[in-house]
């Protein structure tokens, strides 16, 4: 049984740092890309940032360009999305995701999901 599971959401200042992590079990995780995406409330869900198999290549929305940065870790089979100067629009349930053929902003390539963890940004 496949499993993604999200960590390290929380509350935080605006221009501080939070580290979120997905950890994967029941696949072999360097054989998907991944995807992180997040969804406010009353918002559809929408992308953030997407690595390829290993992570060498790496695409991020305009708004988080340049203030996140992914990261992954085969080995452990864990993924990382570095978030710096966080703003409160950033403020959203964070989401990654495991597509096994593709890789990018589209939700539709990817096969398998995490619960989410919660991130806010107070003012």
């Known amino acids: 049984q496949v499993q993604l599971v999200e960590s390290g959401g929380g509350l935080v200042q605006a221009g501080g740092s939070l580290r979120l992590s997905c950890t994967a079990s029941?696949?072999?995780?360097?054989?998907?890309?991944v995807g992180w995406f997040r969804q406010a409330p009353g918002k559809e869900r929408e992308f953030v940032a997407a690595?390829?198999?290993?992570?060498?290549?790496?695409d991020y929305a305009d708004s988080v360009k340049g203030r996140f940065t992914g990261s992954r870790d085969n080995a452990k089979n864990t993924v990382y999305l570095q978030m710096n100067s966080l703003k409160p629009e950033d403020s959203a349930v964070y989401y990654c995701?495991?597509?096994?053929?593709?890789?990018?902003?589209?939700?539709?390539?990817?096969?398998?999901w995490g619960q989410g963890t919660a991130v806010t940004v107070s003012s």
């Open positions: 995701a495991a597509a096994l053929m593709a890789w990018g902003r589209q939700i539709i390539h990817y096969d398998y």
């Open positions: 029941g696949v072999t995780f360097s054989w998907y890309g």
């Open positions: 690595l390829d198999r290993s992570g060498g290549t790496a």
